[in-house]
């Protein structure tokens, strides 16, 4: 069997939908990833889609598996006396504890960092929570979209006429979630190195403040805050190849105009192999035609005179591009178009991607065997490829189902220990 | 001085753009020594890409190094001037892959082979090198050399498709958002791992990062909903399955936010408990035992009338005020903040410094995005603001790659360090 990058690496966690995917990261990987679960599970067990076959449960929701690939799982009341004995005797015989509850709880339930770390100290302590173990909201109640929404992102998406919009996926669970995998291993190496664990201290509202792109830099070097600015982005008005173009079966979106790419003449070339170039062949528009871009347009709208001899005809040009992408499959645009060097992305719906040729053709989706459920279930692969230690994805955990095997080796071990 | 956890390596950074150049921003913030190679003859276009530092009369400053989209994904790093398309320039490149531990790139695969940087070639010279490409469909397959960047990768990865209100196309969610956490946290995680596996082996490997893999990785159940179950998911706006009500609502105007004045509230309601609390710090306590709201299931029947009824609640209150008075009551709700609340207003942000402000001799001070978890022990931190264009080519080539100044002349008259 091929080696792990992260064999040998013994993580606890103690993580609900924030800091689940940040464990699974590590489990593909290679590191024993135990989670620890109260009885009947977190919210993420609970959360649809379940798999179609059974009845909904604990070991069937959809959202726990993709966070949960690879793990152990063991249940354990950490509200009870024996159960909060047997978590710290877990805790203290891993490398990395990972936990994702409110600032004070597990201190609250013998499994803090301070305490943990005086019988061992070269653990790596990694808390994931909103906003951070410190600081003056430091035990606001977080959701995702209260993490979208106070760390910038929300205010950058949608149309100005609706409420901001959240993005799709636990998407401040999951940077928050990322980042925290790669301070882990930071602070791993160092531990490795020296002997010294460390506190991991993650505020998602931080985690996701890079995602803001530009809008930080903005306000501070311009004083001003970018906005969301929803279909028509920062344009006084649609330019023909520029945005989102329904299709016989989806959408397709264009950048033909942008400075990368063949540029708009070509996709004229391909309307008028198609017989769908109308008059784009005829003045006025062929001028406007052969030279539209980005840098084209800023030139006519700043020149009032060339604005008026160009601007009026896009609308024109437009509705024909409209047409012509109107006339095929979303797929046939994204791949005809970039086989022509054209700037084109399908807007993938989950079907496309299941079926996406190249994710096909590169073997990218893993298959996992579901014992339980008789079944194998395909997954979204993995975000990389190690060439020397690959990732290998495995079957999420059924609540509990690690509980014996994981204390009857803890047990063998402590025995060890006191020979 | 504590040591940081990546003291001592050094890393070759190859990329641009967003997604490799913020990847490798944070090894050069865990101790790295990270160089930048590049060259006017392909410049990084983010060094031409605003917001751009203000001159005193406010029109933009002029140069390729007062881009605020640049320096902020590049501080803590030298920057060398190396062209790559003569061959004196492959040359050095490899003398300092050869003097590197890590190396990284996300330039398409085409350039990849134009350049001869491709894995075997680099670990011919350097066999515990761990070589990072992070092209957008990946080093192979049909697709390999499709055209893209961020703003073509938020679309085909699903995250269009699947963000925002179902009334409205798909259009986006107004940044190319894969570039600045996904991509780049991924590309270190991985980075990191093969180092661990390398201080435990000596062995260098290649770590690929098709960046469409890595984003669907990352997309909660949509892809494995159709495998696992064949139904096809769609944008469902600001709404959860487990939460109601769950999402943003009006509150008053804010006319201080430069720009963007209207101002709203997420809110997220996982039980009765919390719902019961909304609508007693909203002053309509009655409203939670109606019978169109009074259990999840009505709630969830019912989501667009709850939501105009609780809006024009909330669009009475200042969202900080009902923020703090639902916080108060254990509620999850924060303010749909902008960038001025991130940098200027937001108390907690300020009270933990998480942004780091650095002197930059062109743009003067300014804000960078700091180090995206604080390490007790080993804590990271940006040693330098974002270099000028070419400002340690003189060191690297004498340094690093052992150049002396007669041949570092020869080199900068044959135009190998533009």
Redesign the interface.
């Known amino acids: 069997m091929a080696d792990k990058s992260l064999q040998g690496l013994r993580v606890v966690e103690f993580t609900d939908e924030l800091g689940s995917y940040c464990g699974r990261l590590l489990a593909d990987l290679g590191a024993e990833v135990v989670k620890v679960e109260p009885p009947g599970g977190g919210r993420e067990r609970h959360t649809p889609p379940f798999y179609h076959t059974v009845a909904p449960g604990p070991d069937t929701s959809l959202a726990f598996w993709v966070h949960n690939t690879s793990k152990k799982s063991v249940v354990l009341d950490l509200e009870s006396v024996r159960g909060q004995a047997q978590a710290r005797a877990l805790a203290l015989s891993a490398d990395v504890v990972l936990e994702d509850n409110p600032v004070g709880y597990m201190a609250a339930h013998a499994l803090g960092y301070e305490s943990l770390r005086l019988e061992r100290p070269a653990l790596v302590y990694t808390s994931i929570t909103g906003f951070g173990q410190t600081g003056p909201h430091a035990r606001y109640a977080y959701s995702d979209i209260v993490g979208q929404a106070m760390a910038g992102v929300m205010t950058l998406a949608g149309e100005p006429a609706d409420p901001p919009n959240m993005i799709y996926g636990q998407q401040a669970n999951v940077s928050a979630s990322i980042q925290a995998a790669q301070a882990t291993l930071l602070a791993v190496l160092h531990a490795e190195a020296t002997g010294e664990g460390q506190l991991v201290d993650v505020s998602a509202q931080e985690a996701q403040s890079m995602n803001q792109e530009t809008a930080m830099q903005q306000w501070d070097l311009q004083k001003t805050n970018r906005k969301r600015t929803g279909e028509k982005g920062a344009l006084p008005l649609p330019l023909p190849g520029l945005g989102v173009y329904p299709t016989t079966d989806g959408y397709v979106m264009c950048f033909v105009i942008a400075p990368a790419g063949a540029g708009f003449p070509v996709l004229v070339d391909w309307m008028r192999e198609k017989g769908m170039a109308d008059d784009l062949d005829d003045e006025p528009y062929k001028d406007v035609c052969e030279n539209l871009n980005f840098g084209f347009f800023t030139q006519v709208a700043s020149d009032p005179v060339r604005g008026a001899a160009v601007i009026p005809h896009l609308a024109h040009v437009n509705q024909l591009v409209t047409a012509f992408f109107a006339s095929m499959t979303a797929t046939e645009a994204y791949e005809e178009g970039q086989r022509r060097l054209l700037l084109h992305g399908i807007v993938s719906t989950p079907k496309d991607l299941a079926e996406n040729a190249q994710l096909r053709a590169r073997n990218w989706f893993a298959q996992l065997e579901f014992d339980y459920l008789n079944a194998v279930i395909e997954f979204p692969g993995a975000p990389y490829r190690l060439s020397e230690t690959p990732v290998q994805i495995g079957r999420p955990p059924r609540l509990g189902e690690h509980t014996d095997e994981v204390f009857a080796s803890l047990t063998r071990a402590a025995g060890g220990r006191t020979k | 001085m504590t040591?940081?956890?990546?003291d001592g390596i050094r890393v070759a950074d190859f990329s641009w753009f967003g997604a490799g150049p913020?990847g490798a921003q944070?090894l050069a913030t865990?101790g790295a020594e990270v160089i930048r190679i590049e060259s006017e003859a392909k410049l990084d276009s983010l060094r031409l890409a605003?917001?751009?530092?203000?001159n005193p009369d406010g029109t933009p400053k002029s140069s390729y190094n007062v881009s605020?989209?640049f320096?902020?994904f590049n501080a803590g790093k030298l920057s060398m001037q190396l062209n790559l398309n003569v061959e004196r320039g492959q040359e050095i490149a490899y003398r300092l892959i050869e003097n590197s531990d890590i190396f990284l790139t996300n330039f398409t695969p085409r350039v990849v082979d134009k350049w001869n940087l491709r894995?075997e070639q680099l670990a011919a010279i350097n066999p515990r090198l761990i070589a990072a490409y992070a092209p957008m469909?990946?080093l192979?397959?049909?697709?390999?050399d499709?055209?893209?960047?961020g703003?073509?990768?938020?679309?085909?990865?699903?995250?269009?498709?699947?963000?925002?209100?179902r009334n409205?196309?798909?259009?986006?969610?107004?940044?190319?958002?894969p570039?600045?956490?996904?991509n780049p946290?991924?590309?270190?995680?991985?980075i990191?791992?093969?180092?661990?596996?390398r201080?435990r082996?000596g062995?260098g490997?290649?770590?690929?990062?098709?960046q469409?893999?890595?984003v669907?990785?990352?997309?909660?159940?949509?892809?494995?909903?159709?495998?696992?179950?064949?139904?096809?998911?769609?944008?469902t706006?600001?709404r959860?399955?487990?939460?109601s009500p769950?999402?943003?609502?009006?509150c008053t105007s804010d006319p201080e936010?430069?720009?963007?004045t209207d101002r709203?509230?997420?809110?997220?309601c996982?039980d009765e408990a919390q719902w019961r609390a909304l609508c007693d710090v909203l002053g309509a306590t009655e409203l939670s035992g109606e019978a169109r709201f009074a259990t999840f299931a009505a709630r969830k029947a019912n989501e667009d009338e709850l939501e105009s009824t609780l809006g024009v609640l909330t669009a009475a209150w200042n969202a900080e005020e009902l923020m703090a008075a639902l916080?108060a009551k254990?509620?999850?709700?924060?303010?749909?903040?902008?960038?001025?609340?991130?940098?200027?207003r937001?108390?907690?942000?300020k009270?933990?410094g998480?942004?780091q402000f650095l002197d930059h001799p062109e743009?003067g001070l300014?804000?960078y995005?700091?180090?995206?978890?604080?390490?007790?022990?080993?804590p990271?931190r940006h040693r330098s603001p974002a270099p000028l264009l070419g400002e340690h080519t003189l060191d690297v080539c004498q340094r690093i790659i052992g150049l002396d100044m007669d041949e570092i002349a020869t080199l900068l008259a044959e135009g190998v360090l533009v």
Request: charged share 10%.
């Open positions: 040591k940081l956890p990546l913020i944070t865990f605003g917001p751009f530092a203000l605020g989209y320096n902020n894995y469909q990946g192979e397959g049909p697709h390999r499709f055209l893209g960047f703003a073509v990768l938020t679309p085909v990865t699903g995250i269009s498709q699947m963000s925002g209100f409205r196309p798909p259009f986006g969610i107004g940044t190319n958002y570039d600045y956490v996904i946290g991924h590309s270190c995680v991985a990191l791992a093969a180092l661990r596996y201080n082996t062995k490997q290649c770590v690929e990062l098709p469409v893999e890595s669907v990785n990352a997309l909660g159940t949509a892809v494995a909903d159709y495998l696992a179950n064949g139904t096809v998911q769609t944008r706006g600001n959860n399955p487990v939460a769950h999402g943003a609502l009006p936010s430069v720009g963007s709203w509230i997420a809110i997220a996982y916080q254990d509620v999850p709700a924060g303010v749909v903040q902008n960038a001025q609340d991130m940098l200027d937001d108390p907690h942000m009270a933990r998480y942004y743009t300014a804000a995005d700091g180090p995206s978890a604080v390490l007790s022990v080993t990271g």
